[in-house]
Structures are given as structure tokens and as C-alpha cells.
């Protein structure tokens, strides 16, 4: 079993801030990739921003240039820093994981969490 943890929505004024963070732990063989993706109030969920273990990095059209993804190998965690946000942000964001679990019979897995909102003032 894999549980991500999410951490860092809040409010903030349009063009303000937000750095988001996400643990993954468990029985964690490797990872291949981490991201988020985020869903707004009566829309789907789209991708947000994607890494993966080799380093290659996948931006949504409307997050270039304003958001950063990252991550720490060691700490199996992914963070997401938001700059100059607008209302058209605001969501809830969801970060995710695929990879190996299962140390003695190692198998794919795919983890979400729980969320966390992320709401943009006007």
C-alpha cells in the first residue's frame, strides 16, 4: 500500500503564491513519475504538471511560465510552487504517483491524495 500526503493549499490573492507538497510512503519499491493534476468546481480533472524519475518534466499550457514542479528522491516527496496564480486556478489539487510496491513481490501502483484546495482571490 502507498499513501501520498498533500499539504499546502490555502488562500491567496491573484497573483499571489502557493507552494504545494506531497509525501508518498509505504511499501515503496521505486517511483516513476509524480504529479498533480486539480479539479475545478463542475470541470474535470485535468493534469497539472508531471515528473519523472529520469527528470523529464510535463507542463499544462496554462501553468507554464508560473509553475514549477520539483522533487526529492530521497524523501519521495513532490512539490508544486504556484506564482503569479489567478482566480481561474482555483481547485482542488491532487497529487499523484506511479511506480513498484511490495518489497518481496514487487507490483505496479498507481496512489492519489487526498486533495487539497487551493482558492484564488480576486
Known amino acids: 500500500q502507498v499513501q501520498l500526503v498533500e499539504s499546502g493549499g490555502g488562500l491567496v490573492q491573484a497573483g499571489g503564491s502557493l507552494r504545494l507538497s506531497c509525501a508518498a510512503s509505504g511499501s515503496i519499491v521505486s517511483i516513476n513519475a509524480m504529479g498533480w493534476y486539480r479539479q475545478a468546481p463542475g470541470k474535470q480533472r485535468e493534469l497539472v504538471a508531471t515528473?519523472?524519475?529520469?527528470?523529464?518534466?510535463n507542463y499544462a499550457d496554462s501553468v507554464k511560465g508560473r509553475f514549477t514542479i520539483s522533487r526529492d528522491n530521497a524523501k519521495n516527496t513532490v512539490y508544486l510552487q504556484m506564482d503569479s496564480l489567478k482566480p481561474e486556478d482555483t481547485a482542488v489539487y491532487y497529487c499523484?504517483?506511479?511506480?513498484?510496491?511490495?518489497?518481496?513481490?514487487?507490483?505496479?501502483?498507481?496512489?492519489w491524495g487526498q486533495g487539497t484546495l487551493g482558492t484564488v482571490s480576486s
Open positions: 499523484n504517483s506511479e511506480g513498484y510496491s511490495g518489497y518481496y513481490y514487487p507490483a505496479p501502483f498507481t496512489a
Open positions: 515528473t519523472t524519475s529520469g527528470g523529464s518534466e
